[in-house]
């Protein structure tokens, strides 16, 4: 007669754990997203204080008391509140916290806290940095930017956009189609508006655009060169103050770069031996050259007018021979194999819904608006070292 074998159960408590932890974790993840804008508070304060630089000063690694130096030497009970944010910032990988003892010879034990690759990002350009060959790649403008009360103030306004149905009035009589973007609604004119009406907006707008061009166009004359070969002549079209141009023609001395913008931002530019600047309305015409340039612009605008631009770029090019080709350094989502990067293009995709009306666009609604510009073929390539990548369309 066969013997039977019972079959371990499990403890209850096993089962119960494993649900709590779950529970934990669901909590955890919720708080994450509800105080996600304490993140970018807490970075635009050190930013701001200047805490990179201060760590960077100390060869990148500073005790608290350095980081503190950035702040009123007098007593304060504000002080303390520092090593917080410190700590968080820590906790989060823009620096990374090291507990020192008494026994390591250090004058004081307590916490050392270091540059990481994400904070040596923020490290902002002076002399001195310069001279340490600190400071490349600084993208520190554009969080200060990204991180203002303007663009803060617009994301709340996200619930009540979308509820907003088309040929309403909102309570001060203004047509409800007329706020196009959560952006209008909450300051009542479009972004390049209020940049153009807010002096001290405007000027944050300017730095961030120059510290995001320096940043990517260090990394593609460096990378892509060969994007540039044979070319002698490249517009860049919606330029702003020239900073990708010139970074071209400097590592490039045989292509002779142009900028194309608006009217008001080209009489605001001064005299410059290396770069020409062109007034005028991309929409309408772009000079002719070799290479037309649309550096981050395009995410800016919706597909139709993306097609209208393209078109234009197309009639641009096509006056060489051989035909030149446009190149496009923008977001293609979807396309990266980490999920940071990916989480980091669907948040500048969900900044383009609240400020403009662009958006970040997949390989395939890229290769659809190309075709409807009349283009045949593009190459894509990853830029490594950032979010982006190098699109090159040929007519």
């Given at each position: 007669?066969?013997?039977?074998?019972?079959?371990?159960?499990?403890?209850?408590?096993?089962?119960t754990t494993t649900g709590a932890e779950l529970l934990?974790?669901?909590?955890?993840?919720?708080?994450?997203?509800?105080?996600?804008?304490?993140?970018?508070?807490?970075?635009?304060?050190?930013?701001?204080?200047?805490?990179?630089?201060?760590?960077?000063?100390?060869?990148?690694?500073?005790?608290?008391?350095?980081?503190?130096?950035?702040m009123p030497p007098s007593p304060s009970p504000k002080?303390?509140?520092?090593?917080?944010?410190?700590?968080?910032?820590?906790?989060?990988?823009?620096?990374?916290?090291?507990?020192?003892?008494?026994?390591?010879?250090?004058?004081?034990?307590?916490?050392?806290?270091?540059?990481?690759?994400?904070?040596?990002?923020?490290?902002?350009?002076?002399?001195?940095?310069?001279?340490?060959?600190?400071?490349?790649?600084?993208?520190?403008?554009?969080?200060?930017?990204?991180?203002?009360?303007?663009?803060?103030?617009?994301?709340?306004?996200?619930?009540?956009?979308?509820?907003?149905?088309?040929?309403?009035?909102?309570?001060?009589?203004?047509?409800?189609?007329?706020?196009?973007?959560?952006?209008?609604?909450?300051?009542?004119?479009?972004?390049?508006?209020?940049?153009?009406?807010?002096?001290?907006?405007?000027?944050?707008?300017?730095?961030?655009?120059?510290?995001?061009?320096?940043?990517?166009?260090?990394?593609?004359?460096?990378?892509?060169?060969?994007?540039?070969?044979?070319?002698?002549?490249?517009?860049?079209?919606?330029?702003?103050?020239?900073?990708?141009?010139?970074?071209?023609?400097?590592?490039?001395?045989?292509?002779?770069?142009?900028?194309?913008?608006?009217?008001?931002?080209?009489?605001?530019?001064?005299?410059?031996?290396?770069?020409?600047?062109?007034?005028?309305?991309?929409?309408?015409?772009?000079?002719?050259?070799?290479?037309?340039?649309?550096?981050?612009?395009?995410?800016?605008?919706?597909?139709?007018?993306?097609?209208?631009?393209?078109?234009?770029?197309?009639?641009a090019i096509s006056t060489r021979e051989p035909k030149?080709?446009?190149?496009?350094?923008?977001?293609?989502?979807?396309?990266?194999?980490?999920?940071?990067?990916?989480?980091?293009?669907?948040?500048?995709?969900?900044?383009?819904?609240?400020?403009?009306?662009?958006?970040?666009?997949?390989?395939?609604?890229?290769?659809?608006?190309?075709?409807?510009?009349?283009?045949?073929?593009?190459?894509?390539?990853?830029?490594?070292?950032?979010?982006?990548?190098?699109?090159?369309?040929?007519?």
């Amino acid at each position: 007669m066969a013997q039977s074998k019972s079959v371990p159960v499990p403890p209850t408590s096993t089962t119960t754990t494993t649900g709590a932890e779950l529970l934990q974790q669901a909590e955890a993840e919720l708080w994450c997203h509800n105080f996600g804008y304490l993140k970018s508070m807490a970075l635009r304060c050190a930013i701001k204080l200047g805490i990179p630089n201060a760590i960077h000063r100390r060869g990148g690694a500073a005790s608290l008391s350095h980081c503190r130096s950035c702040m009123p030497p007098s007593p304060s009970p504000k002080r303390p509140c520092l090593s917080r944010i410190i700590t968080f910032l820590a906790a989060t990988g823009i620096f990374r916290e090291e507990e020192i003892s008494a026994d390591d010879g250090e004058a004081a034990a307590g916490p050392r806290y270091h540059l990481t690759a994400a904070s040596r990002l923020l490290i902002v350009v002076d002399d001195d940095d310069d001279a340490r060959g600190g400071g490349r790649g600084c993208v520190a403008q554009l969080f200060i930017l990204c991180s203002s009360p303007s663009y803060f103030t617009a994301s709340q306004h996200l619930p009540e956009w979308l509820q907003q149905e088309d040929g309403t009035t909102d309570d001060d009589g203004a047509p409800a189609a007329a706020r196009t973007t959560p952006f209008t609604m909450a300051h009542g004119a479009g972004f390049y508006d209020v940049v153009r009406r807010d002096a001290a907006f405007g000027v944050v707008f300017d730095e961030a655009m120059g510290s995001d061009s320096r940043f990517v166009a260090d990394i593609v004359v460096r990378e892509c060169g060969e994007v540039f070969a044979g070319l002698t002549s490249l517009v860049d079209v919606g330029g702003n103050n020239g900073t990708t141009a010139r970074a071209i023609a400097k590592a490039f001395p045989h292509v002779r770069c142009s900028v194309l913008e608006l009217p008001r931002v080209v009489d605001a530019m001064p005299a410059d031996a290396t770069v020409e600047f062109v007034a005028g309305d991309m929409m309408k015409f772009i000079p002719p050259a070799d290479a037309v340039l649309l550096k981050f612009t395009l995410h800016n605008w919706s597909d139709e007018d993306c097609v209208q631009i393209l078109k234009r770029s197309k009639e641009a090019i096509s006056t060489r021979e051989p035909k030149g080709k446009v190149i496009i350094i923008d977001i293609v989502s979807g396309s990266p194999s980490n999920k940071r990067t990916l989480e980091a293009q669907l948040l500048m995709d969900l900044c383009m819904m609240v400020v403009l009306e662009g958006k970040e666009r997949t390989e395939e609604t890229w290769h659809k608006i190309f075709l409807d510009a009349g283009f045949t073929r593009y190459k894509v390539t990853p830029i490594l070292g950032t979010t982006r990548s190098l699109i090159e369309v040929y007519p």
